[in-house]
Structures are given as C-alpha cells and as structure tokens.
C-alpha cells in the first residue's frame, strides 16, 4: 500500500511569486492534514479536511494560503504571494479514522528568496 | 507555556541502554497521544500511539500515560544506534471537531556505540 506523497519534495521560489503543493493521502482515508515546520520551531497545524470538506482551518497563518480537496482525494496548497517568512517543510499526513493515527508524508521544502 | 512541552535535549545513551523520553502537555481534554520519530530529513513516522492510563508495550518501545499529571514518556530498551533520532510527541484534544495534533519541538536522541 502506497503511503502519504508529496510533491514536490523541493521547492526554491522568489518573493512574490506562487507555488501549489501537492499530497495524495493513503487510499481510503477520508482525513487529510496539512502541517508547517519553520526553521527552529516545532511542527505546526494548518490545517483539517474530512473528505472535500475544511473541518478545522484554524492554523492557516494568513489569506495567501489556500488548500483545495476537490473530489476528496489529492489535495493542494497554494501560496500566492509567496513571502520570506513561508520557507519551511510542509507536511502532509493522513488518518483513516478521526482523531486516530496519522501518516506522515516525507515533505515539500520550500524555500523562499 | 507552550501546549506540548518535551525534556530538553539533545540526549545521549550508551548502546544497550534505556532511553527515556518526556512530555507534558497543558490542555486536560487531551485525549490521544502520539510518539514520532523523525531521522534527518526524513518524514515523521510514528511509532506509538496511546489512549489511556497506564503502560502500553511495543517490543523495545513502552510508551507510558498519566493523565492526572498531563504526562506522557517513551521508554526505548536496549537503544540501538538505529535509534538515533529526533523522537516527537503529538497530543489531540477531545474536541469532536479536531483531529489535528499539537506537537512538542522534539527531542534528539544519539544513541553511542
């Protein structure tokens, strides 16, 4: 069975442009979560899908972030536009039941100069 | 005081001997607990996973559970140097609407031939 995919596992983007991350959970689980890792800090919630639906989007840091899970399955991450203060690893991890284990992917890595 | 809190490291043990890793936690709806290891550069995998009071045992891994004290440690018996690593510890509350995890920073464990 397929794990948790990232893409892409790098990513070096200037100010103001836009980059879209890409995770494809486990198949067949309906939860899908984004986390953030800044340099020297600790890994952070962004945000909570249930299927196609936001459950929890208390984490996105500002309105340059959007997430997308049409259909339920893969989901994006778009930053637009990108700032300095966005560089860090992006996690994406999924639970086939709520509230229960989650499955990490490896990361995207993004860097913004 | 941060929601998830984790002994200070980095750590460092002897082949053969037993690591021990701490964790605390501030929010008492807490309701899952999770223990991730994390290699460089590497995606957090998880390695425990434990619900309520008391021990719970997984070949060379005990994670241990005390929710009076909002505590909760892993215990790693004859630490190979496999073992080395940075070890995360992840809490969910009980709030029926969140399955996101708060994280600790993490603690690096070096186990010493």
């Known amino acids: 069975e397929a794990g948790v995919t990232q893409f892409p596992s790098h990513s070096v983007i200037e100010k103001g442009q836009t980059v879209t991350l890409r995770c494809d959970p486990i198949?067949?689980?309906?939860?899908l979560y984004w986390y953030r890792r800044v340099m020297g800090k600790e890994i952070k919630f962004l945000l909570h899908?249930?299927?196609?639906?936001?459950?929890?989007e208390s984490g996105m840091p500002n309105n340059r972030f959007l997430a997308e899970r049409t259909g339920g399955t893969y989901s994006t991450l778009k930053v637009q536009p990108a700032e300095l203060e966005d560089s860090g690893v992006y996690f994406c991890?999924?639970?086939?039941?709520?509230?229960?284990?989650?499955?990490f992917g490896q990361g995207t890595r993004l860097t913004v100069v | 005081q941060k929601e998830v809190e984790q002994n200070s490291g980095p750590l460092s043990v002897p082949e053969g001997a037993i690591a021990s890793l701490n964790c605390t936690y501030s929010?008492?709806?807490?309701?899952?607990f999770f223990w991730y290891r994390q290699y460089s550069g590497k995606s957090p995998e998880l390695i425990m996973s434990?619900?309520?009071?008391g021990d719970k045992e997984d070949g060379r891994f005990t994670a241990q559970l005390n929710k009076a004290s909002q505590y909760v440690s892993l215990l790693i018996r004859d630490s190979q140097p496999s073992d080395s690593a940075t070890y995360l510890c992840?809490?969910?509350?009980?709030?029926?609407?969140?399955?996101?995890?708060?994280f600790g920073d993490g603690t690096t464990l070096t186990v010493k031939p």
């Open positions: 991890a999924s639970s086939q039941e709520f509230n229960t284990e989650a499955f």
């Open positions: 198949s067949g689980h309906d939860n």
């Open positions: 992840a809490v969910n509350t009980r709030d029926t609407n969140a399955g996101k995890s708060t």
């Open positions: 929010d008492r709806v807490s309701q899952s």
């Open positions: 899908f249930v299927k196609e639906s936001k459950q929890d």
């Open positions: 434990i619900y309520s009071n």
